[in-house]
């Protein structure tokens, strides 16, 4: 377990943005929050130590959303995320992560600029509806989510891409997103134990830093419960433009 305080001066400030995504504030604080840890241990074992603690997170929020969620999404959703889970643990030594993140980052990129386009370009004002359920695309963006979740820690951003234009109330659409990573985060401790990373030591440092997630994880829930969607929607949009971002930061190694 580190000793040197300058650790926790960097994975302290990592837990409580993780939190805050958590609570429902976008996965972009997540993302900064992973290269906080990583500045002071490999990002492996960074990845490694925080994954316990994102449980824990995941079930905070669960009790928070416990009454929001939209099934008809995670139904079509989920499936998908598993089988991309299970193709990133038999894949995860020749596929390199870096370009799954470039790909993914970029992809996104053009989502999001896309949805600023339509609503503050020259052509603004015109309503979009809701995209109804659709589940060759639910499918595949939920391949994408669980594969990056497991060998890029970029879930989030093939998540939004599916899920925002379905214009769910701010509520239901985070209870959502609380579901799905919950689910996919408890099916990923069996790879990452079977690779060897949830070892003694990084358990016994997930477990100092334990007290300050629930303290995140409120205060993003708190946040989002008070939001609009006239409000929430942008902020998510930019929450993961910037996320996608760093994620194709990330790849390109800057």
């Not at 929020?61 to 998908?80: C, E, F, N, Q, Y």
């Not at 109330?169 to 689910?183: D, K, L, M, W």
């Not at 609009?228 to 996608?244: E, N, T, W």
């Amino acid at each position: 377990m580190p000793q040197d305080l300058s650790f926790y001066y960097a994975a302290v400030p990592a837990v409580l943005l993780v939190g805050l995504a958590k609570g429902g504030m976008g996965d972009a604080l997540s993302l900064i929050g992973l290269p906080f840890l990583a500045l002071v241990v490999s990002p492996v074992e960074a990845a490694a130590i925080l994954l316990p603690i994102l449980v824990f997170m995941d079930m905070i929020s669960l009790v928070i959303w416990r009454k929001h969620g939209d099934w008809a999404t995670l139904k079509i959703m989920l499936p998908g995320a598993v089988f991309g889970i299970a193709l990133g643990w038999a894949t995860s030594a020749l596929v390199p992560g870096n370009m799954l993140r470039i790909v993914i980052g970029a992809v996104t990129i053009l989502f999001c600029l896309r949805y600023f386009w339509n609503n503050y370009g020259p052509g603004a004002g015109k309503i979009i509806p809701p995209r109804g359920q659709r589940p060759v695309a639910a499918g595949l963006w939920g391949t994408f989510s669980g594969y990056g979740s497991f060998v890029a820690h970029a879930g989030g951003a093939p998540f939004q891409i599916y899920a925002l234009p379905l214009k769910l109330q701010p509520r239901e659409y985070t209870g959502t997103s609380v579901r799905f990573f919950a689910i996919l985060n408890a099916i990923k401790l069996i790879p990452y134990f079977a690779l060897g990373q949830l070892d003694t030591q990084n358990l016994a440092t997930s477990a100092t830093l334990l007290p300050f997630a629930p303290l995140a994880t409120l205060a993003g829930a708190w946040c989002v419960r008070r939001m609009k969607p006239a409000i929430f929607y942008p902020f998510m949009y930019a929450m993961a433009l910037i996320a996608a971002l760093l994620i194709v930061r990330e790849g390109l190694g800057w």
